[in-house]
């Protein structure tokens, strides 16, 4: 499996492992009934939701490696802090090496822990991990859409970090236009919500 490794912290200790990238469905799943009909008929949303890409059969996935921080993830989420302070599989270290001879010696690779996951999508991971880590010049700005947000926001409510993006939320909150009708964006914005 290809290999595409991602440094949030140059030297951190510890590597999110995201297998199977972009695979799980975040946005809700709706109809949009025509009001005041008869039966019930549908309408079209022409709104772009900005949804994923059909993957062409016969490629190999790609595997994500993030490089973070464990104290950065451990003061930002409850989750985090469970997962690497105690007896779970994370918290312990994947490749270390033991001393051979004397108890004196120091490992010669230095022990890296790893954090296994899949489905989110990367970019919104790496967007928010680059706010728990605190790096405002990475984090996008500029226009940014409602499922992109979403795919945020459902990785922010499962790691149970809102604290640490909520500034963040703030600022995408301000750029957002509130739809004067009802249609997929004000279902999609009800879901951030």
């Known amino acids: ?47 772009s939701m900005d949804l994923p890409k059909l993957l062409r059969l016969g490629l190999e996935p790609y595997e994500h490696r993030i490089r973070v921080s464990s104290q950065h993830l451990i003061n930002a989420s409850p989750k985090f802090k469970k997962m690497l302070q105690r007896h779970w599989k994370e918290s312990a270290p994947v490749n270390a090496t033991t001393p051979s001879d004397s108890s004196d010696q120091v490992p010669c690779v230095p022990a890296t822990r790893e954090i296994s996951t899949s489905g989110w999508n990367v970019h919104a991971l790496v967007q928010v991990l680059n706010i ?36 963040a939320a703030d600022l995408w909150r301000e750029r957002v236009d509130v739809p004067k009708t009802y249609g997929k964006e004000s279902i999609m914005l009800l879901f951030i919500s």
Request: hydrophobic share 40%; proline share 4%; with cysteine.
């Open 132 to 167: 728990i880590h605190g790096r405002n010049k990475e984090v996008t700005r500029g226009d940014t859409t409602l499922r992109f947000i979403a795919d945020m926001t459902v990785i922010v409510n499962y790691y149970e970090c809102v604290e640490a993006a909520s500034l």
């Open 1 to 47: 499996m290809p290999v595409v490794t991602h440094d949030v912290v140059h030297d951190g200790d510890i590597y999110i492992v995201l297998k199977n990238p972009n695979a799980k469905w975040t946005a809700p799943l709706f109809k949009l009934r025509k009001h005041a009909t008869d039966k019930a008929s549908y309408i079209r949303d022409k709104c």
